[in-house]
């Protein structure tokens, strides 16, 4: 009945798809033959219209015959042998007209399922046919030639010009304009900075650069998602065996049935016509057509879904596990807080850092001077740099040596302090000194992605009953990330065997999705129902053998995927179910004597159409999440990307509060509180200002209404007076001392006003920019 899959082999050329009308073509000559001979039983001639009829039926029976013959060979049962019986039974009671338009149904259903698949694939196989084949390689004498993909190494430097898709992962070498949307699904532009990781299979959207191959070809993200393509449509989708598992109570059932029908009424021709109404295209067909769907729309989220059955099971999940590290956090490390000794200067000491550290290939290292850039430091060329493993590196910087790592020696009081505050906020601390001593430590986080809430929730809603997360890190550090994101349980200190047998134990309870980035959730990814690899980090060996590989860097996508595969799921057993249903009351009537098989033939080919046509609503719908007016993202940008300079803010407030508790005596200490006063009223509060005016009414139609930002409006009233409150302090100071009766509600705004900040950040971050996909995943590494 259905055609069969044609494979895909990664890396090579896709070949062309068929021709429409090479499609349709058997349907078209075998509706103008029954057509034909309509017309010339009208004109008389019926002799010659029943042998055009009969001639329809064996061109239709003798393939049928000859795949279900195939089949039974190699001992596949399936409902297809219906469509044979009722062919050969038409035959046999010299029904030639019922048998032409059973064999016109079955054309129909094939050229449907043709058309649906084109239509449902296209998606994936666009990616096999724009995968790159060469690449232009920079030569040592400062040529360019063309090189095929194969030959290129990493390190090797290329040129990417206009138009071009990008060949590897690299670095770009300058600024980079590029149309992600093949890779991550978003049709905005995107700007990519010198330094800045791209990912293969982009196009390049501007103007030519050069790019630094950080993987071979074969390695790369879109070598991968060619390969997972390749490998989703040259899979049958689930339904199919589904199908065949039907087939063992429905085929025996329509047997009994025709059976039953020819023995009491004694009319053969009952028993034909049992046959023709459950010829089952519904469920060979239109359930098939409504998975390739789900996988063709996964695919266009930035999911590859290797096949039909691993999308089913995704749609039957009630389990989900999910790693820390990568996953639920950016997994790339960020400089949360600078903090000096006594009288020491913040930038300088992030400046002496990052120029140390400019040669190191550690990812500490690329943190610190990703960093000090966004600051908009200037780093200098260290010299002497040596690099002991475990222990840090050192360097001379404008003349003097600088240390950057572990803390040698006995610390000083505040280090001391510093470190336990470090711990208890679950960050690490990257101590920077020279030859006189520490100067300061860089406190780093692993930030949790802000859409990773969002998305818990959304899966919660999609039907999921029980969230886990699992991780080798600290249990006092995986229960912070647990209780922000949400989850039901958290399970820390997990070796890589520890989580393959946890899985195993979910797995045993219900269906299990896991999801992880790293090479230690590879066993865990195997033990899983459907495993899930985030494949935008480039862990080659974990998304080897996930069932699904998020190819973007964006959490949300899961959510994404799972409401897809619901839907795709729910739309194939409806097709199925309506189909069959219909079918057998089709049946029960044709046993009685009231329907005959032409009539039934006719019936039977208006419900398949019926069918498959609800299956193609699989292509749309489903998905809970709106996409935001063009404006709207504008305006999300923007605002996230001030988050950067309130944050700068807020690390001087709260080194201002600090020094107010600990020395309101030092003469520093006034200077600074009004610089900080300062910043916060020219800064922070045109931003939330500005936010109120323009960013929340425009998200208010987006999300449902204005009551859905009336609570963070409500928290820039609480800022304002904060810092009022603040400013009040600082005209109460005229002898530019602070008075001893002042420093406890100072330090109660100073504090109070850190943690409404920094709370009313992370609300904004992960309700609001993790709405806009763009926003959302360069977030984090803000």
Sequence with gaps: MGSEPRECVPGQPARAPRRAWTEWAPLVLLTVAVLAGAALWLAGAHDAARLLWAAVTVVALVPAAWTTLRRLWLRQFGVDVIAVLALLGALLVREYLAGAVIAVMVSTGRALEEYAQRRATRDLRALLERAPRQARRRTADGGIEVVPLDRVAVGDRLVVGPGEVVPVDGVVEEAATLDESVVTGESQLVTRAAGEEVASGVVNAGAGFGLRARRNAAESTYAGIVRL????????????RLADRYAAAFVPFTLVLAGLAWLLSGEFTRAVAVLVVATPCPLLLATPIAVVSGLSRVARRGVLVRDGGSLEQLGRARTLLLDKTGTLTAGRPRAAEVVVAPGGD???VLRLAASVEQLSPHVLAAALVRQARERGLALAEPTQVTEEPGRGVSGRVDGRMVHVGQLAGEPPEWAGRLGERAERAGRSAVWVGDDNGPLGAILLEDPVRPDARRTVRRLREAGLSRLVMVTGDRPGTARQVAQVVGVDDVIARCSPQEKADRVRQESARAVTVMVGDGVNDAPALAEAHVGVAMGATGATASADVADAVLIVDRLDRLADAVEIARYARRIAVQSATVGMGLAVLAMLVAAAGRLPPVAGAFLQEGIDVLVILNALRALGGGLRRRDLPAHTRE??????????????????????????????????????????HRRLADEVLPHEAAEDRQLYPALAGPLGSDEATSTMSRAHVEIVRLVERIGGHLTAQPDGRLRRDEVPDLLAALYGLDAVLRLHLAQEEEDYFSLNPEEGSTSPGR
Excluded: I, Q
């Design 346 to 348: 913040r930038d300088e």
């Design 229 to 240: 393509a390749g490998e989703a449509t040259a899979r049958k989708a689930p339904m199919v």
């Design 635 to 676: 305006l999300l940008d923007r605002y996230a990307g001030e988050h950067g300079g309130v944050r700068d803010v807020l690390a001087g407030l709260r080194d201002t509060a600090d020094m107010v508790a600990t020395r309101p005596d030092d003469p520093a200490c006034l200077p600074a509180l009004r610089e900080v």
